[in-house]
Nanobody, 124 residues
Framework: QVQLVESGGGLVQAGGSLRLSCAASGRTFNNYVMAWFRQAPGKEREFVAA????????WYGDSVKGRFTISRDNAKKTVYLQMNSLKPEDTDKYYCAARPAGDNLQEASKYTYWGQGTQVTVSS
């Protein structure tokens, strides 16, 4: 089992920045891909970003490319999401997720472990 705990959400004005953190505990998450998704009430979970175990490869959803940056510190078992130039449409609950390496990294159903989420609200 891997437990994931997100933090860093909050209220920010449009154009501002936030950094989300996801701390992992439990069994090792060696070789796991880590990702961020977001979801608004009544909507499907949307892929935001993912990062390989070695942090050499990253993937981003089209709506956040150029504004968000995913990173990880394996020694601290922590994944980060730096969010810049935030827009009101970025308002969502953000979830951290983990899975072994493989295909279809943008599909939420392929992820094994999930955190409880942290709310991000961007005011206009």
């Amino acid at each position: 089992q891997v437990q994931l705990v997100e933090s860093g959400g909050g209220l920010v004005q449009a154009g501002g920045s936030l950094r989300l953190s996801c701390a992992a505990s439990g069994r090792t998450f060696n070789n796991y891909v880590m990702a961020w998704f977001r979801q608004a009430p009544g909507k499907e979970r949307e892929f935001v970003a993912a990062i390989s175990w070695t942090a050499t490869i990253t993937w981003y959803g089209d709506s956040v490319k150029g504004r968000f940056t995913i990173s990880r510190d394996n020694a601290k078992k922590t994944v980060y999401l730096q969010m810049n130039s935030l827009k009101p449409e970025d308002t969502d609950k953000y979830y951290c997720a983990a899975r072994p390496a493989g295909d279809n990294l943008q599909e939420a159903s392929k992820y094994t472990y999930w955190g409880q989420g942290t709310q991000v609200t961007v005011s206009s």
